[in-house]
Nanobody, 119 residues
Framework: QVQLVESGGGLVQAGGSLRLSCAASGRIFSSYAMGWFRQAPGEEREFVARVSRTGGATYYADSVKGRFTISRDNAKNTAYLQMNSLKPEDTAVYYC????????????WGQGTQVTVSS
């Protein structure tokens, strides 16, 4: 079993930046692609970004392209989401997720961290 713990959320003004971290334990980190999702109150969970097992390929939702950057450090068993030029509509609980290389969906999820962007 993989345990994922997010950190780095908080309150920030519009136009500001935050860096979220996702610390993983329990299995070999490089066996998993990592993703970030978010969910606002009353809304469905939304895909934000994904990074491949080696970090060589990244994917982003259109709403965050050019503003957010996903990365990973396999030596530290940690994935990151750098969030720049934040907007009020980015306000949500952000979740880290891990997908095993042979799995068709994400297998493990973190507890979430709140990001609030004030106008």
């Amino acid at each position: 079993q993989v345990q994922l713990v997010e950190s780095g959320g908080g309150l920030v003004q519009a136009g500001g930046s935050l860096r979220l971290s996702c610390a993983a334990s329990g299995r070999i980190f490089s066996s998993y692609a990592m993703g970030w999702f978010r969910q606002a109150p009353g809304e469905e969970r939304e895909f934000v970004a994904r990074v491949s097992r080696t970090g060589g390929a990244t994917y982003y939702a259109d709403s965050v392209k050019g503003r957010f950057t996903i990365s990973r450090d396999n030596a530290k068993n940690t994935a990151y989401l750098q969030m720049n030029s934040l907007k009020p509509e980015d306000t949500a609980v952000y979740y880290c997720a891990a997908q095993y290389y042979s799995s068709s969906q994400y297998d493990y999820w973190g507890q979430g961290t709140q990001v609030t962007v004030s106008s």
